[in-house]
């Protein structure tokens, strides 16, 4: 007997929305930690609650450290990321969001 196949798609009920959200969410962050853990990587893992609350996970390196490492490795692509990088300066720009890479 295998598991329900499950349809992806918005729950319309409150309570179970948060439910589903929170354990959802506990599952993401353990398998980040664990794939940090057993394959070295370096990871920040930024989650935003449909209430705007922020939910976190850096390993290793400070947040700030990490966002670095992916403007530099963005650009490194050699390909075409002006758009791209428009789009994310504006939510990196976020006073909120440069007072938590600044932890």
């Known amino acids: ?21 929170s354990k959802r969410r506990k599952g993401l ?27 976190e996970l850096c390993n290793g390196d400070s947040l700030a450290e990490v966002v670095q490492r992916y403007w530099d490795n963005l650009g490194a692509s050699g390909t075409d990321t002006k758009g791209l990088r428009f789009e994310i300066a504006d939510i990196w720009s976020d006073e909120a ?7």
């Open 97 to 103: 969001f440069s007072q938590l890479v600044q932890r």
């Open 1 to 21: 007997m295998g598991k329900k196949k499950l349809e992806i798609k918005r729950i319309e009920n409150k309570s179970n929305r948060q439910i589903t959200f």
């Open 29 to 55: 962050m353990k398998k980040a930690r664990e794939l940090s853990i057993l394959c070295d990587a370096k990871l920040a893992l930024l989650i935003f609650s449909s209430t705007g609350k922020l939910y």
